[in-house]
């Protein structure tokens, strides 16, 4: 029989409190827990403690392999989250979903911590890459408001009409778009096994934070709760098999690109810009952002570049090349230009862009061009740090 959820529990049963003598779930501890193919994602309330945690963290996974083995199974991946009381209230929960209250294992005495007692570890060596996925790809920009989004889900239909697997993850957690671009707004969100299952549109199969949380509500997190909302993303959507996954991150330098940067191997990073001196500047701290968490910058995609008007010249509205030129300062790749076009911003409020890649070649062809750059460099970063195909001379 595979190690399924109630092996799971019956393993946290033999973890008891020496003070009360109550296990794990008569605790009411297990916020969530889940297990599928060998993966096992448990998040855990108990109290803000690094050592009770870390110890715990042990006897948990000692608890779960063992009684692995003695069913014949070997787990492939234990992942354990834990969160205090007053992280585990706001996290985001699917509306179809019934949670188990959280009781910490003692009341915390401070407030929950922003780190969650992990120090960054550089990406290159990052914890846990997603199984199966070849390529993660961050699409970032110093500010909001550039075409980040666009960008993100032209790239991702793009990479799909080419004949790849692609998954998008709308991480942007502060203002997500994908609802609009993907006209997801009457979408439900399914979860089998306890598994968030991603939407399959336009070729790609797509998950946003936009359809778990209370879309007219401002969204306001701390920084743990960015933290774990991310990571509840990634980790609990059923990504299954991809040869990319494009992830739409918030604007600006910040919590959601730290937690990525600890969690996951990234092929690379693509920043979004447009052509005016004032966004280049922003653009410029993005890419040192991406530096100084180890994520390899694939290169600059200069966005809003230039205008195509109905008497077919084009205007440099913004100062086309202003990105360009900021990719040559820096040593970055350039990654194309994307004209403003009145048909992408009425095909993305429409949630159409397909329709983006079957129109006027004034448009398509821009975007394919990018897709294809992107392709090049995610296929050259990957032989770089040994992930992509390797010459083998015999
Ligand atoms: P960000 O993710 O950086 O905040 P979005 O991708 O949401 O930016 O774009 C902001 C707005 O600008 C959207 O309405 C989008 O349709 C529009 N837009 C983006 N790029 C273009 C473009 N090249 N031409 C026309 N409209 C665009």
């Given at each position: 029989?595979?190690?399924?959820?109630?092996?799971v529990?019956?393993?946290?049963?033999?973890?008891?409190?020496?003070?009360?003598?109550?296990?794990?779930?008569e605790?009411?501890?297990?916020?969530?827990?889940?297990?599928?193919?060998?993966?096992?994602?448990?998040?855990?309330?108990?109290?803000?403690n690094?050592?009770?945690?870390?110890?715990?963290?042990?006897?948990?996974?000692?608890?779960?392999?063992?009684?692995?083995?003695?069913?014949?199974?070997?787990?492939?991946?234990?992942?354990?989250?834990?969160?205090?009381?007053?992280d585990?209230?706001?996290?985001?929960?699917?509306?179809?979903?019934q949670?188990?209250?959280?009781?910490?294992?003692?009341?915390?005495?401070?407030?929950?911590?922003?780190?969650?007692?992990?120090?960054?570890?550089?990406?290159g060596?990052?914890?846990?890459?997603?199984?199966?996925?070849k390529?993660?790809?961050?699409?970032?920009?110093?500010?909001?408001?550039?075409g980040?989004?666009?960008?993100?889900?032209?790239?991702a239909?793009?990479?799909?009409?080419?004949?790849?697997?692609?998954?998008?993850?709308?991480?942007?957690?502060?203002?997500?778009?994908?609802?609009?671009?993907?006209?997801?707004?009457?979408?439900?969100?399914?979860?089998?096994e306890?598994?968030?299952?991603?939407?399959?549109?336009?070729?790609?199969?797509?998950?946003?934070?936009?359809k778990l949380?209370?879309?007219e509500?401002?969204?306001?997190?701390?920084?743990?709760?960015?933290?774990?909302?991310?990571?509840?993303l990634?980790?609990?959507?059923?990504?299954?098999?991809?040869?990319?996954l494009?992830?739409?991150l918030?604007?600006?330098?910040?919590?959601?690109?730290?937690?990525?940067?600890?969690?996951?191997?990234?092929?690379?990073a693509?920043?979004?810009?447009?052509?005016?001196?004032?966004?280049?500047?922003?653009?410029?701290?993005?890419?040192?952002?991406?530096?100084?968490?180890?994520?390899?910058?694939?290169g600059?995609?200069?966005?809003?570049?230039?205008?195509?008007?109905?008497?077919?010249k084009?205007?440099?509205?913004?100062?086309?090349g202003?990105?360009?030129?900021m990719?040559?300062?820096?040593?970055?790749?350039f990654?194309?230009?994307?004209?403003?076009?009145?048909?992408?911003r009425?095909?993305?409020?429409k949630g159409?862009?397909?329709a983006n890649?079957?129109g006027?070649?004034?448009?398509?062809?821009?975007?394919?061009?990018?897709?294809?750059?992107?392709?090049t460099q995610?296929?050259?970063?990957?032989?770089?740090?040994?992930?992509?195909?390797?010459?083998?001379?015999?």
């Amino acid at each position: 029989m595979a190690f399924s959820k109630e092996h799971v529990l019956e393993a946290l049963r033999t973890i008891r409190d020496a003070k009360s003598g109550r296990d794990l779930v008569e605790l009411d501890a297990v916020r969530k827990c889940a297990a599928c193919d060998g993966f096992v994602t448990l998040t855990l309330g108990v109290t803000d403690n690094s050592v009770l945690r870390q110890q715990l963290k042990e006897g948990v996974e000692n608890a779960l392999r063992r009684k692995a083995a003695d069913m014949g199974e070997a787990l492939k991946s234990i992942a354990i989250d834990f969160v205090t009381p007053a992280d585990a209230q706001q996290e985001i929960k699917p509306a179809t979903v019934q949670q188990p209250a959280n009781i910490p294992l003692k009341q915390a005495s401070s407030g929950p911590t922003v780190s969650q007692g992990a120090a960054p570890t550089p990406a290159g060596a990052g914890s846990a890459s997603l199984p199966g996925v070849k390529h993660i790809i961050a699409v970032g920009a110093g500010k909001g408001g550039v075409g980040k989004s666009t960008v993100s889900v032209n790239l991702a239909v793009g990479l799909a009409r080419q004949g790849h697997r692609v998954g998008l993850l709308d991480a942007d957690i502060y203002g997500p778009s994908l609802p609009t671009m993907l006209a997801l707004d009457n979408a439900e969100v399914t979860l089998r096994e306890n598994r968030l299952q991603p939407f399959y549109v336009h070729g790609v199969k797509a998950m946003t934070i936009g359809k778990l949380v209370d879309p007219e509500k401002p969204l306001i997190w701390r920084g743990p709760m960015a933290h774990g909302a991310f990571k509840q993303l990634v980790e609990q959507t059923e990504w299954g098999p991809l040869d990319y996954l494009i992830i739409d991150l918030p604007p600006g330098t910040g919590d959601v690109s730290l937690t990525m940067a600890q969690m996951m191997r990234l092929t690379g990073a693509v920043v979004v810009c447009t052509p005016q001196k004032v966004a280049q500047d922003d653009a410029v701290r993005a890419a040192k952002m991406f530096a100084q968490l180890n994520i390899h910058v694939l290169g600059v995609v200069e966005n809003m570049s230039y205008f195509i008007g109905d008497d077919g010249k084009e205007y440099d509205i913004f100062g086309r090349g202003g990105a360009e030129m900021m990719a040559q300062r820096l040593g970055l790749p350039f990654l194309g230009a994307v004209p403003i076009n009145m048909a992408l911003r009425e095909n993305s409020d429409k949630g159409n862009p397909t329709a983006n890649f079957t129109g006027t070649p004034k448009l398509s062809e821009p975007l394919m061009n990018t897709v294809r750059l992107v392709e090049t460099q995610a296929a050259l970063a990957a032989m770089r740090t040994g992930a992509g195909p390797q010459l083998v001379v015999t």
